[in-house]
């Protein structure tokens, strides 16, 4: 649709051969084209073509783009980062199956060693049998070994010796691998869990100060109906937006990069309460007398607003949201178009 | 009052004047083609393709000319989903 808008517009304009590619940059990104990202044409030999129109990119979206980067792991070796990501991808209980697997794997060693008539395992200096009871045996040895307990009331001789040597290597290994995947199951837990309370925490704090905002500029726009000195109204409307643009800035990037998944009726309060708050900002500005003194940082902050407000609506996110969500987002964009 | 503007300007062309994605892959490299991102700057700065220009939607009628010089230069323009 905007692409639609922007031929009719270029064509009205006098430009007078513009065609619009219809499935646009997510069907591009869908069939594995390559794209650029700001900062990349942003290289010592920017492409003439790649103009940015205002200026340096946004801060925020950079910081984002850099801070998804893989955890770097420069002192620990390739063999070390292999081995951490067999045990990550693991469940504990896989690993638990892995580490009885492998004493019983080894304790049929042991036994079939004996079943092919060498020597493996001696009880009480007598060698274990290839029967079942020997079989047993060797499956308790095995277990004995693999804990490092090593009563030796069966001793390996032989052939044997080297397997108990690698096994009890491997099991121990294994098990503490066990041992440290549920503790860190329990930490990671807690760890989520703190993010998620901040997280809704600083959500309830983007609503409060938002209503804060609207009461604020509501009083405002009383004063300026009642024709009060300009210079406190010029004061308190800095304070406001200042505050307003804030909240706005991190329900864009809330929009734009979801670091956790927000209740929909959350995000529809947040956004409508957006929406009411951008009005009624609109309606102050429209109440305020031409030739009004604004100071320089409620300037720069209410354009800061309009850019803000106006990278909020259904398209333009690269999430798809749901349509009531999609719906306020809109009255947003529209209302930011108030602004102007 | 802009949005009445558009939807009118819309009606006009709707149906015509497309390029194909086969088109804008073969002709990313050709300078005679520009391809222009009509979707908010933050959108470009995430992601563009490559050796495109951005001139959001609502700065198209403000800044067209500034940007594209040549009335007659072919021009791609494409948003971000499918329409």
Known sequence: MRGQQAVALLHDLGYSNVRDYRGGIADWVESGQPTESATETAAPEPDPRATMLDGPPLAASQSGVAGRGPARLSRMGQFDKSMLDLVQQRSTWQLFVIWIGTILLSGFCYWLGAYLGKRGLLEGGVVVGADLKGFASAVYFSFVTATSIGYGDIVPVGGARVIAVAEAIAALLIFGAVVAKFVSHRQDELVSEIHRITFEERLDRVETNLHMVISEMLAITAMCEAKAPPNRISTRLESAAILFSGELRTTRDLLYQPRLAVEEGVLGGILASLTSALNVLADLLACLPPGFPRSQPTEITLERLTVLAEEICGECVPHSYTPRLVFWMDRIQAAALRLK | ?83
Do not use: W
Request: hydrophobic content about 45%.
């Open chain 2, 1 to 83: 009052m802009a949005s009445e503007v558009n939807a009118a300007a819309v009606a006009d062309t709707s149906g015509t004047h497309e390029i194909s994605r086969e088109e804008l892959v073969r002709r990313l490299h050709d300078s005679s083609l520009t391809i222009v991102d009509v979707l908010p700057q933050a959108s470009f700065v995430e992601e563009h393709i490559p050796g495109a220009l951005n001139l959001p939607l609502e700065q198209v009628a403000s800044r067209a000319r500034e940007l594209l010089p040549d009335f007659n230069a072919e021009i791609a323009v494409y948003c971000g989903k499918f329409t």
